[in-house]
């Protein structure tokens, strides 16, 4: 099985940033790409970034040029790096495996940004 933890959320104001953390244990051998998806108050859940085995990169297009997604496979973590955030960036941020896997859910991390 593998344990995915979501951390680094909180209240920031409209330009700040803030730095997520996902990190993974147990069967990590079975990630592939690792992704993190967020769900705003009223909307789906949706795939904001991701980052494969060997490195590629995917940002939704509302993201790029703010959003950078790394992996430390020394640490078995992946990070999300949000600058400039906007109000309608405010959602809980979870990671998971894209595609996802109902089990590897967490609690996410709640993302909020005031104007």
């Known amino acids: 099985q593998v344990q995915l933890v979501e951390s680094g959320g909180g209240l920031v104001q409209v330009g700040g940033s803030l730095r997520l953390s996902c990190a993974a244990s147990g069967n990590t051998f079975r990630l592939n790409a690792i992704g993190w998806y967020r769900r705003a108050p009223g909307k789906q859940r949706e795939l904001v970034a991701s980052v494969s085995s060997v490195g590629s990169t995917y940002y939704i297009d509302s993201v790029k040029g703010r959003f950078t997604i790394s992996k430390d496979n020394t640490k078995n973590t992946v990070y999300l790096q949000m600058n400039s955030l906007k109000p309608d960036d405010t959602a809980v941020y979870y990671c998971?495996?894209?595609?996802?896997?109902?089990?590897?859910w967490g609690q996410g991390t709640q993302v909020t940004v005031s104007s």
């Open positions: 998971n495996s894209v595609p996802p896997k109902y089990a590897y």
